[in-house]
């Protein structure tokens, strides 16, 4: 049986990060991803913002950037474009469309240089408890062997089984589960190639279709769909948008990506135990964006710290891990709160509502570019959202 | 559940399964029928709709 302090499961960006610092803090790491390939298949749009890096302490590499975006336009169910560009916005931080299957890669890799132990094509298949850790029963390559871990960080993403395996409630309910669907085109005629586009209503029940530029003439052409919202599938959804779309109807697929993204926000228990859970598996997610990259990776970092100076103080009791569960709360819940109420006044709103308010923005000068700054205009601009959100932010 | 050729074993079924019944390994989903409620979330989450009932 192979021996090691922290077990980290799944190696996205939440995992690979959380396996960076445990190692970074002294502790020894194995990290452990079912796939044969690390990031493959990308499963987001791959937008990420350049401060949110840095609060990482992660250097942009040419090598998984692959556009920097320079505006945003933000497209009402009628049409009405709201363009948000820096020629006459301030952009209070650069935005990057990354290549996720380089970035993982690279995340996991700052892993292993920290001193993590990594295992690709390794998967969990159940853990039972013991006094001072786990045992986790895995699989690779038909072979099936144990580790046995003092603390086990579960990264598993929205799929995730581990955490609930320890007794956590982590699963995700539909209403708070977008089903999304993505092809990666070519030939997309975008009208400014530097920017993002979101598009809202009817396209996608429960969510927006998105246009993220990876060149100039290829994009990622998304959308998610919460399931309670409507009878067809996020991939019919995604067919009727690149058909009717003007920017994508000439464009074709190179790549299909689906996946689903937990937009209900943090569960409040985080830890058990030994156990603590990391990035989409812990709900880490911006649920009126979906974008989850960097809050993840932020509950990752946090994770890990918490669990070297765990081992390193010889006690992995839960009442130990909480502070991680405060430092995640104090970090990331407490936008993910305000963030999801903003998204159920989104989805109250009807197609004619987001029109006129669309059209209410195409006057309004905005200062930054930022969801927070958006969502401070809207409160603005509609009666509305003041009354339902005017002390949020 | 009955799963259909296309799936792409995204896992979205298993995030949502109240009983935490589906493994999806990489290229394959284990499910535990004895223990399944017949609660169709699994389906009704599914991007591409490749989980069906059996019939």
Redesign the interface.
């Known amino acids: 049986m192979i021996k090691t302090d922290v077990l980290v499961i799944g190696a996205g960006p939440a995992g690979s990060t959380a396996a960076k610092h445990a190692a970074l803090g002294g502790a020894d790491v194995i990290l452990v991803d079912?796939?044969?390939e690390i990031g493959a298949?990308k499963?987001c749009a791959e937008g990420v913002s350049m401060g949110g890096l840095e609060s990482l302490g992660i250097k942009p590499n040419p090598q998984w950037i692959t556009r920097k975006i320079e505006g945003v336009r933000l497209v009402s169910p009628n049409g009405t474009s709201v363009w948000l560009t820096s020629d006459t916005v301030e952009l209070p931080e650069a935005g990057y469309i990354l290549e996720r299957k380089v970035f993982d890669k690279h995340m996991a890799m700052d892993a292993a240089r920290a001193g993590s132990r990594i295992m690709i094509?390794t998967?969990a298949?159940s853990l039972q408890q013991e006094d001072d850790g786990y045992i986790v029963n895995l699989e690779t390559m038909g072979e099936e062997f144990q580790i046995k871990a003092n603390i086990i960080i579960a990264a598993d993403?929205?799929?995730?089984?581990v955490a609930?395996?320890a007794g956590l409630n982590t699963?995700?309910?539909?209403k708070d589960?977008e089903?999304?669907?993505q092809f990666e085109m070519v030939g997309v005629e975008m009208e400014d190639n530097h920017c993002i586009e979101f598009y809202f209503g009817g396209v996608a029940p429960g969510g927006y279709a998105w246009i993220f530029p990876k060149g100039d003439d290829i994009a990622n052409v998304g959308l998610g769909v919460l399931?309670?919202k409507t009878s067809k599938?996020?991939?019919?959804h995604l067919l009727e948008f690149v058909e009717d779309c003007p920017a994508t109807k000439n464009a074709q697929p190179v790549e299909?990506n689906?996946?689903?993204d937990?937009v209900g926000g943090m569960p409040k228990k985080l830890v058990t135990d030994g156990l603590m859970v990391v990035g989409d598996a812990a709900g880490q997610v911006n649920p009126l964006t979906g974008g989850g990259i960097i809050s993840g990776m932020t509950g990752g970092m946090l994770a890990g710290k918490v669990a070297a100076k765990a081992i390193e103080d010889d006690d992995t009791s839960k009442e130990r891990l909480r502070e991680y569960e405060k430092l995640c709360h104090e970090s990331i819940g407490k936008e993910i709160s305000k963030y999801l109420k903003v998204k159920d006044y989104m989805l109250s709103l009807s197609d004619e509502e987001l029109d006129s308010i669309a059209e209410a923005f195409k006057d309004v000068e905005f200062e930054k570019i930022s969801t927070t700054e958006l969502v401070k205009k809207l409160v603005k601009v509609s009666p509305r959202a003041l009354l339902k959100l005017g002390k949020l932010f | 559940m009955k799963v259909n050729d296309w799936c792409m074993y995204c896992g979205e079924c298993a995030g949502v399964c109240p009983r935490n019944l589906i493994e999806v390994k990489e290229t394959s989903i284990i499910f535990s029928k004895e223990e399944c409620k017949d609660c169709r979330l699994c389906m009704q989450v599914c991007p591409i709709g490749a989980l069906e009932p059996e019939e």
Not at chain 1, 171 to 174: D, E, G, Q, V
Not at chain 1, 233 to 236: F, I, L, Q, R
Request: no cysteine; aromatic share 6%.
């Open positions: 079912k796939k044969s298949p499963r094509k998967l298949r993403g929205p799929e995730s089984r609930r395996w699963a995700t309910k539909p589960m089903s999304a669907a399931s309670t599938s996020a991939y019919e299909l689906i996946g689903g937990p």
